[in-house]
């Protein structure tokens, strides 16, 4: 069951705002075994909605339309619709008193422009939207389906489970979908590609495997539709099957499932071994303190960090001898070392993550070209380190620093 | 000029990330005098993107196309134009080598899916990414123009900045078009339109205001047209009096223009003051010295932070007194004050940060709810502090801390 999103607005397309939107529909919908194979974002016309709905309408059979409903001039999805479908705009009462009330409460009076929000077109069935003014619009003409709902992220989040998605699924129950997500860390696309190809090659037609990489993570995402039948139920038993498979083949790069992090796997396995963390940070700056307290929680387990952007902190705080300073240089192997003991003693934790390198864009040697980092996880007794060679931009080399460090992290914690 | 963006990747249509590439191309375009009149997102199939390619091309002169070019076999947009355009794939032996380059640095061997990354449509000017492997393709047919560039966020905006946009200006020269954007922080974007109203409504047609708030700050973009064929000279000069006018009425919030930052102004500041930073976070959690640390060259002005997430760092290494942390809680004024004083000793530096509040969404009591935040900034000799009240969800809580932080930081330094 194919679906189109119309999301109408020009401060989408001059980029005034991200449509988040039609992501959080996509993924509703999705889990109600709906599927999206269209999202389109146009200007506040007639002539752009009309023909842009009619060219949804000819390859889908419903079509959801946000934005475009509220009480100002540029608003006009619902002339556009009544056009379309041939129906005049009548009068709702109901709906203007919603709107009376809803003002009265706030001691206030409706403008003029929220007497014109009451009238819909012809036929539509108006669904109450309890978060504000502008109700939502279900029309069905000849078999298909159009729903027109305000752009405003929390009343169409909430129109949308409360009324639009029941409302769909009471009248297509479909086939079954059911996805499931693995995620990857240490290890690019391509490589996992081709350690997976084979089980690639012989999956069936009904489940498909995409790769989403972000910083150094590759997220698979495993897809599976009931083409012939089959309940979700079966779906996801054939999707244990497949996880499992891939499980057998990569079992060192994966960390975890669905929406785990790399922060929220650390902090979990912190909390589970009763250990607590901090860290040492030279070219991260700061930022992987910042992920790692992106967590909710993560003061039970995270002590703090102690940022050495200068050689003197490194010393004087951390206790890096200035002899290795001297004869290895701060983006060195040694000096990690020395940093994540350091950091370990003064915060008193079980173990740390300490980080020294080149961000750049300045600050590159042909011996230590930008992107060159040295990594350190481990506490007084064991300490494992990581070169990297990045060269990218600074906040990618950041970025992806910070994600190598909390994979290391995980891993000596799991004492691989 | 009307340009269609169509973002291929089915990751977007099951809600899986947010398209977050098309609002800043159109933003981009925009301000090169382009306009996008649509955006679609579509999955990964040769069909969808044949057919969606045809009907904008029916529409438009100008395509741009995102993501499908990766190494793995999801990836289908650059088979799908050479069927579109009728052309065959053909080796391309400088990407190749490009390619072996990139992976010979880092001593690894490029697999087969790198060497089909190879392989372009025939007659496509190859475009060099120099963020990532996949290049940039530049097809033209028929007086049209197709651009397909990698998903990947940093490689396409590279792409984009310094090739794309750069080449469609070349080719459409159009209307003179010139802006001015002047940075505030310190106030939201109703409090600025009521103080610069009258300036706003006596503007001439061909010049317009945009506000595009963000995180405390709000950035003002003029924008002037050359409708009745002015240069690009004249326009310049008249932004030049719109921007005095802009001054004369907001002095106090104005921080910078054009790209400047925040973060940025404070260090240019800091340097030609010739003085150090260093600050000591809690509920920030590393975010302040992130965003200090995302400026090239900071190492001459930042020595480090403490990030004092425990109390007992706080205590220990900054000196804060328990008696503080007892009678008025770490989140409070005291705290906050002691915490500059200890992380200015203990990092010698000429002035520091300091933050503590509730970042959320646990932790809130009725007294100091979620969102509830000191900040401090001053040095031995003088500190000022500010409370906020924010109440946001936890990341929105801790940027927010940070950008006034930073602004506080600015306005101390010169002695505002």
């Known amino acids: 069951m194919n679906i189109h999103i119309i999301t109408i607005g020009d401060e989408i397309l001059i980029g005034q705002i991200v449509d988040t939107n039609s992501a959080w529909m996509g993924q509703e919908l999705n889990l109600s075994n709906f599927s999206v194979s269209k999202i389109k974002t146009i200007g506040d016309t007639l002539e752009e909605i009309e023909t842009t709905l009619d060219a949804s309408l000819k390859k889908v059979d419903v079509v959801l339309l946000t934005g475009g409903l509220g009480a100002t001039k540029d608003d006009v ?7 379309y479908f041939g129906r005049e705009l009548v009068y709702h009462e109901e709906t203007h008193e919603r709107i009376k009330r809803l003002f009265a409460k706030f001691g206030r009076k409706p403008t003029e422009a929220h007497y014109h929000q009451s009238f819909m077109p012809a036929g539509a069935t108006i669904i109450t939207n309890r978060m504000g003014t502008a109700p939502g619009m279900w029309l069905e003409q000849n078999g298909k389906i159009v729903v027109s709902m305000p752009g405003v992220p929390y009343e169409m989040k909430w129109l949308m489970g409360h009324e639009i998605i029941p409302r769909l699924r009471s009248i297509f129950p479909g086939q079954a979908l059911v996805h499931r997500t693995i995620q990857t860390a240490g290890q690019g696309e391509s490589h996992i590609a081709k350690a997976i190809a084979h089980f690639e090659d012989t999956l069936p037609d009904n489940i498909k495997l995409a790769y989403l990489p972000s910083m150094g993570k590759v997220r698979l995402r495993l897809s599976a539709k009931g083409t012939k039948g089959e309940s979700a139920a079966v779906l996801e038993r054939i999707l244990d099957q497949k996880q499992a498979e891939i499980e057998a083949l990569i079992p060192q790069f994966i960390f975890g499932y669905g929406l785990d992090s790399l922060e929220s796997v650390l902090g979990d396995i912190l909390k589970k071994q009763g250990k607590t963390i901090a860290t040492a940070e030279s070219c991260t700056g700061g930022h992987l303190a910042h992920t ?14 102690i940022i050495a952007y200068s050689n003197e902190v490194k010393v004087r705080q951390l206790g890096v001898e200035a002899t290795t300073l001297k004869e290895h240089g701060a983006v060195s192997e040694p000096t990690v070392i020395q940093m994540v003991k350091g950091v370990c003693q003064l915060l008193g934790t079980d173990m740390a993550i300490a980080t020294s ?59 691989g």
């Open 77 to 83: 999805t619902k002339k556009a619709l009544a056009n």
């Open 292 to 305: 790692i307290t992106s967590i909710p929680g993560c003061s039970a387990y995270f002590m703090g960090s």
């Open 357 to 415: 390198g080149i961000a750049g864009p300045g600050g590159g040697t042909p011996e230590k070209p930008v992107g060159t980092v040295w990594i350190a996880v481990g506490n007084q007794d064991k300490v494992e380190t990581m070169k990297l060679e990045i060269g990218k931009d600074r906040l990618t080399n950041i970025q992806y620093t910070s994600s190598r460090a909390l994979n290391m992290a995980r891993k000596f914690l799991l004492g």
